[in-house]
């Protein structure tokens, strides 16, 4: 097991003033976790920066940030159950399995994953994390945020993409694919020796537009290629269609 002492002593800072209904104080906190206050004034200090917990008159209270972590918890398991069905009900008439991606910082990680009954084996595999402007799950999210939002995500990229023989040079040049996405309603993977299965995906949005998951689906791209994409393109924007408006 790795030994992260800081992250363990602030984990057990949260827990501590989770259970507590009144503020702590932090010599309070020193002595019941037995942390050197120096350690735990450094600690708390990030702590609050990251509005993780709050300084109040009587001592340290858990901050926003916790629950907005649980608001999203929250509302992951909330898409979940709606998105399920018609998962199940698309992976079974495509053939093909369909993985509900969310975008957590710059990658695509899958939410939920179902593969039609009757494909032998698991089907068409479903990564659970992915830098997001190489998959089609990830795009056709980014495809739906403004502009200004996906350059301060890829900001920080030293080289911006280059992964499988796929290369993005620029951010104006992604910028010109998410339109094409955005104008299309889907995004694609095509196959390609990394990759067995051809991809769809459309975005979920709320009620004002905003994207907050993708609705992925993969089959094998059996006879005429062209067909295929454009069947499971409908089903794809179809579903995450019926997703969003029960979301609204």
């Not at 350690?39 to 300084?55: A, N, P, T």
């Not at 899958?110 to 830098?131: D, I, V």
Request: a negative charge; one cysteine or more; aromatic letters at 4%.
């Amino acid at each position: 097991m790795a030994e992260v002492p800081a992250l363990r002593r602030s984990i057990g800072i949260l827990r501590h003033l989770g259970s507590s209904l009144l503020p702590v104080s932090a010599g309070a906190l020193a002595r019941t976790l037995s942390i050197p206050r120096s350690s735990l004034y450094d600690l708390l200090s990030v702590l609050e920066e990251f509005d993780m917990v709050r300084r109040s008159e009587n001592g340290y209270l858990l901050g926003s940030g916790v629950g907005e972590l649980d608001a999203a918890h929250s509302r992951h398991d909330s898409l979940r159950r709606i998105v399920q069905p018609a998962a199940a009900e698309a992976a079974e008439a495509a053939g093909g399995s369909v993985c509900v991606s969310v975008l957590r910082g710059g990658e695509a990680h899958c939410l939920l994953r179902e593969t039609a009954t009757w494909l032998p084996g698991t089907g068409a595999q479903c990564e659970a994390r992915k830098p997001a402007y190489l998959t089609a799950a990830g795009r056709a999210i980014l495809s739906r945020l403004e502009w200004r939002e996906v350059a301060v995500i890829y900001s920080s990229e030293p080289v911006f993409a280059q992964s499988a023989g796929q290369e993005l040079p620029s951010l104006r040049e992604f910028n010109a694919e998410l339109a094409e996405v955005r104008s299309r309603g889907c995004a694609l993977e095509h196959p390609s020796m990394g990759n067995a299965v051809l991809t769809v995906a459309a975005p979920i949005v709320d009620a004002a537009g905003r994207p907050i998951a993708a609705f992925g689906v993969s089959v094998s791209p059996e006879g005429i290629v062209a067909d295929r994409e454009r069947e499971v393109s409908a089903l794809a924007i179809e579903a995450a269609e019926g997703v969003s408006a029960r979301l609204r």
